[in-house]
T-cell receptor
Framework: DAGVTQSPTHLIKTRGQHVTLRCSPI?????VSWYQQVLGQGPQFIFQ???????GRGNFPDRFSARQFPNYSSELNVNALLLGDSALYLC????????????FGPGTRLTVT | QKEVEQNSGPLSVPEGAIASLNCTYS??????FFWYRQYSGKSPELIMS????GDKEDGRFTAQLNKASQYVSLLIRDSQPSDSATYLC????????????FGTGTQLKVEL
């Protein structure tokens, strides 16, 4: 079975630009969560979506937004990029909205210059 | 502020030894606990989950949970060089949906 997939793998953007990251969950999983991991730190929760509805939001500015599609794939959008947005962006897939294990995709490495 | 704390290491153990990784968390209203392994430049990989007090074994890995002491640990028996990685402890708190709160990770080095 295919695991969580994310695209693109790497991305280089300039300050002030916008970026869209994409994620497809494991087949049969309906919940997608997004995390940001900066070097030397654990992942930080950004959003959770379940059945196209936002179920949780972390302590991130409004420049960060996300959505989930009918096929349960998801997009994370970041506007007005800052140097501090450089990080590994991880998508995690789970079957249920509030329980069970979460499985991470390979991540998107975003570099903002 | 709910927190998860881990010793950053590095923790060095000889090949074949038992590696013991520890994690403490700040809030008693916690539901689920997870250990992830992360190789350098890769994403976290789930290796253990534990939901109730006591021990849970899976192959060479044993997770131990003590909710009264707010403490969760991971034991790796017969450590191999391929176990060298950063181990992340994660906690899901009651009412937090799927939000995981992570520690900063412990770097494990298994030496030949």
């Amino acid at each position: 079975d295919a695991g969580v997939t994310q695209s693109p793998t790497h991305l280089i953007k300039t300050r002030g630009q916008h970026v869209t990251l994409r994620c497809s969950p494991i087949s049969g999983h309906k919940s997608v969560s997004w995390y940001q991991q900066v070097l030397g730190q654990g992942p930080q929760f950004i959003f959770q979506y379940y059945e196209k509805e936002e179920r949780g939001r972390g302590n991130f500015p409004d420049r960060f937004s996300a959505r989930q599609f009918p096929n349960y794939s998801s997009e994370l959008n970041v506007n007005a990029l800052l140097l501090g947005d450089s990080a590994l962006y991880l998508c995690a897939s789970s079957q249920a909205p509030g329980g069970g294990e979460q499985y991470f995709g390979p991540g998107t490495r975003l570099t903002v210059t | 502020q709910k927190e998860v704390e881990q010793n950053s290491g590095p923790l060095s153990v000889p090949e074949g030894a038992i590696a013991s990784l520890n994690c403490t968390y700040s809030d008693r209203v916690s539901q689920s606990f997870f250990w992830y392994r992360q190789y350098s430049g890769k994403s976290p990989e789930l290796i253990m989950s534990i939901y109730s007090n006591g021990d849970k074994e899976d192959g060479r890995f044993t997770a131990q949970l003590n909710k009264a002491s707010q403490y969760v640990s991971l034991l790796i028996r017969d450590s191999q060089p391929s176990d060298s990685a950063t181990y992340l402890c994660a906690v899901r708190y009651e009412g937090g949906g799927n939000k995981l709160t992570f520690g900063t990770g412990t770097q494990l080095k298994v030496e030949l």
